[in-house]
């Protein structure tokens, strides 16, 4: 009969030591919350870190309390740590279903099955923690009406709210523009129809001063509110601001528009409000596209250095990089960095996934890896067997600071005064000043890498400008001697014409004076004397024309009337 007793009291027993643990367990979280909660208002860093271990305690004891996975999101978005807030509430972002759809082949040999099942059903709205209340999918017009009709949809407003709120800065601040855009659309439209079915449930006489608040009283929660309201706002505007620009400038890369599509990008990169780090790396590589469309290499090299540095793993910037490298004929660094681009792929494979979180976009899909893995090996072997070859002395430094051959000494100076303005090492760091990084402790490898590239761009540059400057002065040299040589070559002809214009003139004289020598007659000698023993001094010169003239007057006296033959040569010297 005890035994039957003590057996029979031990169900009761057991169910008192589960709900004595229940209501303990219920206890603490409502306790670790609350303390979480005071140290949350400090607006202090430190204490936000403590509440959110605490939350994080909480919730390791309940963790489907909303109240602390609210808190912890807030924590989290506090400390700037947005990617563990995607991590958290990824299963609401919109376009991971449409990243999960077409890459199928990559999420079957993800690990993680259940982040995988996940993605197939995207909600908009959250499950309710009651299992009595119906759960409404994400898209479901028909199903949200009716809730609304009933009254039934209240909870879930407040539940989905602060996700999309949440969850929004943090895509935000990630660089997921569109999918920040929709989340924080829906999250204030969600906002504004809660605060609509209150006030409309409201009786005419109710009155509260919980829900309207003194104006002496610290905590306001409407105030609050109200600055949150202001912050998402202007975080929306700016975010239309971006989105626009981005699609003018992809229309007008697109369309061919290649200096209008870098106006554009101009005007995202460097504006004086900062954009995210994913956003500006997306914005970079793209006008490194515009750029090596226009022929403007060393901007083009600048601006994957610059998407390279804030995004290491980033494919496309890493294989225009190699393409400009292979342009202008710089084969160890378009080697380089395909060698680069194979080991990215390589991890690829060795992991079955693509880099990076379930969240991040990629533009490479998981079948396609083996594919342009074979191709790129064929690349590698190709540009090897050049280098063997010797082909890499013989950059194209003209195309790389963007002169044509055969260019003058101040359109190289114009142009090394420009590319060294726009990338000296000390100044190409500027642009980490306006990014918005992801993670504050990312700056010193950000700054790292791009520094060690933009030195190596610029020490590239000067070797062009060294090489095109030799050449230059090369061909000034030798425009000098050819400049020499033909003022020799003037005054040659110089001399030879003058010596011909003299043997002509002297030519013309002998005649006019031989006639004189045979008109000579019986009847006026004295005549003849006169006219001939006075011959001009031009012609006569020396003692060997003296003698000539004497010859020539005592023939004269003679009578001799015949012609003499007078060689010409003799009267120049």
């Given at each position: 009969m005890v035994d039957q007793a003590t057996m029979a009291a031990s169900p009761s027993l057991a169910c008192g030591e589960k709900k004595h643990r229940w209501l303990t367990n219920k206890k603490t979280v409502e306790r670790y919350v609350r303390e979480a909660k005071m140290l949350i208002a400090t607006q202090e860093q430190s204490e936000i870190t403590a509440a959110l271990r605490l939350l994080e305690a909480a919730l390791a004891l309940s963790p489907r309390m909303e109240v602390a996975l609210e808190l912890k999101a807030r924590c989290l978005l506090y400390l700037r740590r947005f990617k563990e807030v995607a991590d958290m509430l990824q299963d609401y972002i919109p376009s991971l279903k449409m990243v999960a759809s077409d890459d199928e082949s990559s999420s079957r040999w993800s690990d993680n099955s259940s982040t995988q099942l996940s993605r197939e059903r995207v909600k908009l709205l959250s499950d309710s923690l009651g299992r009595d209340e119906p759960v409404f999918k994400c898209f479901s017009v028909s199903d949200l009406k009716k809730k609304v009709m009933a009254g039934l949809c209240k909870n879930g407003d407040k539940e989905g709210e602060w996700r999309y709120l949440v969850l929004g800065q943090a895509c935000c601040h990630l660089g997921l523009m569109e999918d920040a855009m929709v989340l924080l659309q829906t999250g204030k439209r969600l906002a504004t129809a809660a605060f609509r079915h209150e006030s409309i449930c409201w009786s005419e006489d109710s009155f509260s001063f919980n829900r309207f608040p003194l104006s002496g009283d610290k905590n306001q929660p409407q105030s609050l509110h109200k600055s949150e309201s202001e912050r998402i706002s202007q975080l929306l505007s700016h975010m239309k601001l971006l989105i626009r620009r981005n699609t003018a400038a992809m229309a007008a890369l697109d369309a061919g528009l290649y200096s209008e599509a870098i106006r554009h990008f101009s005007k995202i990169v460097d504006g004086r409000r900062g954009a995210p780090q994913g956003f500006l790396a997306d914005c970079y590589m793209h006008r490194a596209l515009a750029y090596q469309s226009t022929g403007r290499i060393a901007e083009a090299v600048a601006d994957c250095n610059r998407t390279l540095a804030l995004d290491p793993s980033r494919l496309e910037a890493l294989t225009i990089r190699a393409t400009l490298f292979e342009t202008i004929r710089c084969l160890p660094d378009s080697l380089h960095d395909l060698e680069h681009l194979k080991l990215l792929y390589n991890s690829m494979l060795r992991d079955r996934k693509l880099p990076g979180p379930a969240w991040k976009r990629q533009n490479v899909q998981y079948r396609e890896i083996p594919g342009k893995l074979c191709s790129l090996a064929a690349k590698i072997q190709q540009l090897k067997q050049r280098v063997a070859a010797g082909e890499t002395g013989n950059v194209d430094y003209y195309a790389l600071i963007g002169l044509r051959r055969g260019c003058s000494r101040s359109e190289l100076e114009r142009a090394h005064l420009l590319l060294n303005l726009r990338h000296k090492p000390d100044k190409s760091l500027s642009f980490i000043e306006r990014c918005e990084l992801t993670d504050e402790g990312d700056i010193d490898s950000v700054r790292d890498r791009a520094k060690i590239s933009a030195l190596l761009l610029y020490r590239l540059i000067q070797r062009a400008y060294t090489s095109v400057m030799s050449t230059i002065l090369d061909e000034q040299a030798c425009e000098k001697e050819r400049k020499k040589a033909a003022a020799a070559l003037q005054v040659a002809q110089a001399v030879m014409q003058s010596q011909h214009a003299l043997e002509q003139s002297s030519s013309a004289a002998v005649p006019k004076a031989t006639p004189n020598l045979h008109k000579c007659s019986s009847?006026?000698?004295?005549?003849?004397?006169?006219?001939?023993?006075?011959?001009?001094?031009?012609?006569?010169?020396?003692?060997?024309?003296?003698?000539?003239?004497?010859?020539?007057?005592?023939?004269?006296?003679?009578?001799?009337?015949?012609?003499?033959?007078?060689?010409?040569?003799?009267?120049?010297?």
């Open positions: 009847n006026n000698r004295v005549e003849n004397k006169a006219t001939i023993t006075t011959p001009p001094p031009s012609v006569f010169q020396g003692g060997f024309c003296r003698d000539l003239s004497i010859v020539g007057n005592l023939l004269s006296q003679t009578g001799i009337s015949r012609p003499i033959s007078v060689k010409y040569e003799a009267l120049s010297c």
